[in-house]
């Protein structure tokens, strides 16, 4: 079915290589828990949605799984230039999801995590040229380190050029199995250095490694950030919770043109009371999962829905708009994800899901 002709993270590749239960399943999408902020108080759609792409490496062939071709790069460029696109800073994105004016459709932000040096040799000079904004995530500790990252010089010249700098903490780390000091560090400090660096302070934040829990989110909320990003699949509107908005992750194997032409024509599943409210695996595990959809319910008829670590999941129907996933084996250690689709209008998909994370 073509709601299951979606590719799926390296990591869940391996999943089902290995069980051969499907040959592809969706990447997972945005966190919708109840209880936090949202980006705006309309309905849902009412200011648009938009897709967020995620970069790591650029032409370095060594690392396949967070690595994009240069071929592949450049066609997506030239797409983004091509087609009914608009590509704007995240921070307008988000300002104008809380703010207005409305975003018109087919709304893209471009992000790049963990500012190695081919993000400054490779990837910027392609998209000053495209004139395309977009956001880098550093953690401070590895500006420098070593030439595989860009040196503050770089981030610097990067950031004069109107690039956008965000926080990603200082030094990467899995920040659900620490305490809420240890959190408020790891982002005051990093914070501290990158204004002192560049000029000023990021106000937009990138969760290392895309892991967040109900605890860590209220720690940066209580930062002042105006918004943070994960990295699960899927497209956002105002209804979802501002602080684990979701970024579609692009690598060489799942980088090609047929792919990105699908992912930045997706759209959001708004949805509501969705449980298990915090995304850290605690005392119940497998969680009982669920969730109410909130916008058009006439194709939810034909959503499936995945796990990585299970493969396609049972869905119970409770009324019109309730669903609620059962699924039946333990997640495993690290990071779970679950991922629910259905192919709306002019064959654009609805995307909704959520990572788990168990310490």
Same mark, same amino acid.
């Given at each position: ?20 239960? $499907? ?8 966190? &919708? ?15 648009? #949605?938009? +897709?967020?792409?995620? %970069? ?28 009914? %696109? ?24 471009? #992000? ?12 910027? @000079? ?75 302070? @990021?106000?937009?934040?990138? %969760?290392? %490694? ?24 899927? &497209? $956002?509107?105002?209804? +979802?919770? *501002?602080?684990?908005?979701?970024? /579609? ?26 449980? @298990? ?20 319910? #006439? ?7 995945? +796990? #990585? ?10 009324? *019109? ?27 654009? $998909? ?5 990572? /788990?994370?168990?310490?």
């Amino acid at each position: 079915m073509l709601e299951q002709m979606i590719y799926m993270t390296p990591r869940l590749l391996k999943i089902t290589a290995r069980t051969h239960l $499907f040959v592809t399943l969706l990447m997972a999408t945005l966190i &919708a828990p109840i209880a936090v902020p949202i980006l705006g108080v309309a309905e849902a759609g009412a200011a648009g #949605s938009a +897709v967020v792409l995620m %970069y790591h490496r650029f032409d370095e062939p060594e690392y396949p799984s967070t690595n994009i071709t240069l071929e592949q790069f450049e066609a997506h460029i030239t797409e983004l230039k091509s087609g009914p %696109y608009t590509v704007l800073p995240l921070s307008e994105i988000i300002s104008r999801m809380k703010n207005g004016p409305d975003l018109p459709d087919f709304t893209v932000g471009i #992000s790049v995590d963990d500012a190695y040096a081919s993000v400054y040799q490779k990837a910027w @000079p392609r998209l000053k040229q495209a004139g395309l904004p977009f956001t880098v995530f550093a953690s401070t500790a590895r500006v420098g380190r070593s030439t595989a990252y860009m040196n503050w010089d770089q981030l610097r010249e990067m950031s004069d050029g109107g690039v956008t700098i965000g926080n990603h903490t200082v030094t990467h780390a899995h920040l659900p199995i620490h305490d809420k000091a240890i959190v408020k560090e790891e982002i005051a400090q990093a914070a501290e250095i990158l204004e002192k660096e560049l000029g000023t302070a @990021p106000d937009l934040f990138a %969760y290392p %490694y895309g892991e967040s829990s109900l605890a860590v989110e209220e720690v940066v909320r209580a930062a002042g950030f105006k918004a943070a990003f994960a990295q699960h699949s899927g &497209a $956002f509107d105002r209804s +979802v919770n *501002s602080f684990y908005l979701p970024r /579609f992750a692009l690598s060489e194997k799942y980088g090609h043109i047929d792919r990105f032409r699908m992912i930045i024509r997706t759209l959001p599943i708004p949805v509501t009371d969705v449980t @298990p409210r915090d995304s850290l695996i605690a005392d119940v595990n497998p969680p009982a999962i669920g969730f109410t959809v909130t916008g058009d319910t #006439s194709r939810l008829g034909s959503m499936s829905c995945f +796990v #990585s670590h299970e493969g396609r999941a049972r869905i119970e129907r409770l009324g *019109s708009v309730r669903f609620e996933i059962r699924i039946t084996k333990p997640m495993p250690k690290g990071r779970s994800r679950l991922s629910c689709t259905y192919r709306g209008e002019k064959g654009r $998909f609805h995307w909704m899901g959520r990572q /788990f994370y168990n310490p």
